[in-house]
T-cell receptor, first 110, second 111 residues
Framework: GIQVEQSPPDLILQEGANSTLRCNFS?????LQWFHQNPWGQLINLFY???GTKQNGRLSATTVATERYSLLYISSSQTTDSGVYFC????????????FGQGTELSVKP | EAQVTQNPRYLITVTGKKLTVTCSQN?????MSWYRQDPGLGLRQIYY???????DKGDVPEGYKVSRKEKRNFPLILESPSPNQTSLYFC??????????FGPGTRLTVL
């Protein structure tokens, strides 16, 4: 089956720093989403980005579908950015099932 | 406000006592699904529904049942819960199986 690999697995930042999270996937996909799981366990939608680039405030994401990767950029990080970031992909012939990567655990220190 | 709601948010129960976790969405989405999240195993799909009265198994359906009698509701039923069903459960919905929106999660502990 498809493999979804995220890197790095863990990341510690000082408040105000920038970071790039990466998601590689092993097959063609027709949906890619980024989520933030906050310390209370809630999954927050960040981006729906099967291709191209999107920006939302301090966060932006780029997916290069032909090269099978996506990047999530966090600029001027804040302590509230702490948590786990997941990318999830959907195959064209797999109904609506999302296949999640193992996540990047981000800790932003004040 | 467009949202997916789940109840209860937290539940501690005992082995064998039937329980239902409710899921409701107000976005008129036809696609709904259930996932469980476990340390080291990530998020895995339990069941999904493409529309009313249409349900199918995901990757880990054993020990679970679902029903889809109305478009907005998709309850998850554990007829005889066991400790290995202790997990964090998420309901999700989407329009056309595209961008999915998740509920707040239900933390279930089975003793």
């Amino acid at each position: 089956g498809i493999q979804v690999e995220q890197s790095p697995p863990d990341l510690i930042l000082q408040e105000g720093a920038n970071s790039t999270l990466r998601c590689n996937f092993s097959d063609s996909v027709n949906n890619l989403q980024w989520f933030h799981q906050n310390p209370w366990g809630q999954l927050i939608n960040l981006f729906y980005i099967p291709s191209g680039t999107k920006q939302n405030g301090r966060l932006s994401a780029t997916t290069v579908a032909t090269e099978r990767y996506s990047l999530l950029y966090i600029s001027s990080s804040q302590t509230t950015d702490s948590g786990v970031y997941f990318c999830a992909v959907k195959l064209a012939n797999q109904g609506g099932k999302l296949i999640f990567g193992q996540g990047t655990e981000l800790s932003v220190k004040p | 406000e467009a949202q997916v709601t789940q109840n209860p948010r937290y539940l501690i129960t005992v082995t064998g006592k039937k329980l239902t976790v409710t899921c409701s969405q107000n976005m008129n989405h036809e696609y709904m699904s259930w996932y469980r999240q476990d340390p080291g195993l990530g998020l895995r799909q339990i069941y999904y529904s493409m529309n009313v009265e249409v349900t199918d198994k995901g990757d880990v359906p054993e020990g679970y049942k679902v029903s889809r009698k109305e478009k907005r509701n998709f309850p998850l039923i554990l007829e005889s819960p066991s400790p290995n069903q202790t997990s964090l459960y998420f309901c999700a919905s989407s329009l056309g199986g595209v961008e999915q929106f998740f509920g707040p999660g239900t933390r279930l502990t089975v003793l």
